[in-house]
């Protein structure tokens, strides 16, 4: 419901207490550090590059040793286990295992070390597939690949490209070397690239027979083994089966790292912490005896930050006031129901200089724009026991996600009541069963009315609560105005406004063309109507000669004048928007009806049970995902353009504390705020 007011604030402490007071600070993570001291001579800064990229580097190594051990010991993870989050340890824990990181560090580098040993086996042992591989033609060879014949004999392997007989090798030869008759070739096996083949000539026409075979494309293998390819083949095989044993007994030595992974995740985490640690030191102005710090705090966290420094570490803390035109860091403090839509609002911008935190007034709509779009009372059961249910399963989860549940288990509840008040459970499930497979119709009568039979309806209500939103929108910036006390804007700028389209609205409600497109007829007083007519002329008039008060020059003044008062055409155009409520409320009612039609095509007895139970859970799965996300979004689009329009315009800058970034554990502080 607010944005925190924040403090700049200053520490200037003696060094030998900097480590300790940069670690107290870290673990409070309630200052975001923002080094802006004047440089003075006398003031110098460490330089810690080299310590950061080493604490930043062990602990990624450590990161490498942890994804090292799940690949060689995967745990199996639930479905959910993203929404588990990151386990508490204690204090003394985590100390310990500060205590022992030297020895803990070492098994890291011994797991790192036995894996590359593995990774190196491995390639080892794809180079002994080649080899083998490469000799899987030769295997019938009954002499080793280099033999070269005998005395009066010479022999050549090799290959020769596709599929070749006998008959088709001779004929080819014969034609590049008919004068030469001594020759034997004989195929060693063929495959669908190339023929394998040993030729046997006279010792005399050895020239002559490579000079017609290269003819022919005659390859000689680029390695030839002094021994039997069957020989030279079990050999490799025999290489390969060691090597897959040592690996074997590398992967056991590395799975009995596996008692201390949770000690390695907090060693990962240690040294990140220090990482940043020395990242923020590095910046930190000092003398031979002294440090400042400087940055960021929320006022109602100083006074406690302050007297635990002053009191501990003898510090000097000074607290200042944000400046006029300094722009402060932004932290939102919210209840749990406003708090959930703090992702939607960061998504489009948080809170700039003189804005509100439109927190929990977009919270209320929000709700209550989603479920106006979903609209089925068993969707809306459905999605908020699932969240709820996840809230109270995995407390841990993440900041954001936790939001996000909460905000879509809210939007559940309304989604509940906008389909008991518009008649929708899985659609018309009930009334389809029952005369399916009773023989006579039940239902649960809309509280309200039915949006499917009476579309029209719904639209006009839809544009009446678009209608509301976007008065709600005017009248905070109203709000706005009057908080900053510039009463000339209010009048201008939101009474003038709401004066004008007020004033339409009522001229518009009683006549033929509202009658005939609502169903609704309005007949009001003569006084209701000239009372409109004046508050449509006068907010008109006054928007005309007002809006461009800035200038001075009376053309540009009503210029700018009329140019705002067209904006009325947007004003319309934002009305128009709402007609999405109908659009996506209509759409779900419409497929969750189609798809228990077509559950119920068999009719009743068994085979039709079967066939409307698998349509039904496969059909409203779909359709509750697919009108979840559009009503994620079209909600989201109401808010931005349409509400946000009106009086939000963001820009702000988060606040990033100084604190324990840690990727896999949260450790459990002493906190004094």
Request: charged content about 20%.
């Amino acid at each position: 419901m607010a944005v925190l007011k924040m403090q700049r604030i200053t520490v200037c402490a003696l060094k030998k207490n900097r480590k300790a007071i940069l670690e107290r600070l870290q673990a409070l993570g309630t200052v975001e550090i923002d080094i802006s001291l004047p440089k003075e001579e006398g003031l110098m800064q460490m330089d810690t590059a080299g310590s950061r990229f080493t604490f930043l580097k062990y602990a990624q190594m450590a990161d490498r040793s942890l994804e090292i051990l799940e690949n060689c010991c995967p745990k199996k993870q639930s479905l959910f286990s993203g929404l588990e989050g990151k386990p508490l340890v204690e204090k003394e824990e985590y100390e310990s295992v500060v205590q022992s990181r030297d020895a803990l560090s070492g098994k890291v580098r011994k797991i790192i070390a036995l894996d590359k040993e593995i990774a190196e086996n491995q390639g080892k042992i794809q180079k002994l597939e080649v080899q083998a591989e490469g000799l899987a033609p030769w295997m019938s060879l009954s002499v080793p690949m280099n033999y070269e014949g005998t005395m009066q004999t010479a022999m050549m392997i090799g290959t020769v490209p596709g599929q070749r007989s006998s008959e088709d090798l001779y004929q080819l030869f014969a034609q590049n070397a008919p004068e030469v008759e001594a020759v034997d070739m004989e195929i060693i096996s063929t495959d669908k690239d190339y023929t394998y083949l040993a030729v046997l000539c006279m010792k005399s026409d050895k020239v002559r027979v490579e000079g017609a075979l290269r003819g022919i494309g005659f390859a000689v293998p680029s390695q030839l083994p002094n021994r039997r390819p069957q020989d030279v083949y079990q050999t490799l095989k025999k290489e390969q089966e060691q090597l897959e044993k040592t690996n074997e007994n590398l992967k056991r030595q590395i799975m009995e790292f596996q008692e201390v992974q949770k000690q390695i995740r907090m060693l990962a985490d240690y040294f990140r912490i220090r990482a940043d640690k020395y990242e923020v030191l590095g910046n930190l102005p000092q003398t031979e005896h002294v440090f400042f710090v400087s940055g960021y705090i929320p006022e109602k966290y100083g006074a406690a930050v302050e007297k635990e420094l002053t009191g501990r570490y003898e510090a000097v803390v000074e607290r200042t006031q944000i400046d006029e035109g300094e722009e402060a860091p932004v932290l939102l403090q919210n209840n749990s129901f406003a708090s959930s839509v703090e992702g939607v609002i960061s998504a489009f911008g948080l809170p700039g200089k003189g804005d509100i935190d439109p927190s929990m007034i977009t919270a209320v709509c929000y709700v209550f724009l989603f479920g106006l779009m979903l609209s089925d009372a068993a969707y809306g059961v459905l999605v908020s026991a699932a969240c709820a249910a996840a809230l109270i399963r995995f407390p841990r989860m993440g900041a954001e996600m936790k939001k996000s549940l909460q905000l879509f288990f809210w939007c559940g509840l309304s989604t509940l009541f906008w389909g008991i008040m518009f008649g929708g459970y899985f659609g018309d499930v009930i009334n389809v069963v029952s005369r399916t497979f009773f023989g006579h119709e039940v239902g649960i009568p809309a509280a309200w009315f039915v949006p499917l039979n009476d579309p029209m309806k719904m639209l006009v209500f839809s544009m009446l609560f678009g209608t509301i939103h976007l008065f709600l929108g005017l009248a905070v910036k109203g709000y706005m105005c009057l908080r900053d006390r510039q009463y000339m804007d209010f009048v201008c700028d939101v009474v003038l406004w709401f004066c004008l389209l007020v004033g339409l609205i009522l001229i518009l409600l009683p006549t033929e063309l509202f009658a005939s497109i609502s169903q609704m007829t309005f007949v009001f007083p003569g006084w209701v109507g000239q009372l409109a007519k004046v508050l449509a002329v006068a907010g008109a008039v006054g928007i005309l000669l007002m809006s461009g008060r800035s200038s001075k020059n009376p053309g540009v003044r009503i210029a700018l004048g009329a140019y705002d008062l067209y904006n009325i055409t947007g004003w319309v155009s934002d009305v128009l928007s709402y007609s999405r409520l109908l659009a996506l409320g209509l759409a779900t009612g419409v497929i969750a009806s189609v798809v228990n039609q077509m559950g119920s095509m068999l009719g009743g007895g068994i085979p039709g049970a079967i066939l409307f139970i698998v349509v039904f859970f496969i059909g409203h799965t779909f359709n509750i995902g697919i009108n979840l996300l559009g009503a994620y979004v079209h909600t989201c689009r109401l808010q931005y353009v349409e509400f946000f329009g009106k009086f939000y315009e963001g820009g702000g800058r988060a606040f990033h504390p100084f604190k324990e970034n840690t990727k896999y554990v949260d450790i459990k502080e002493e906190n004094i705020v």
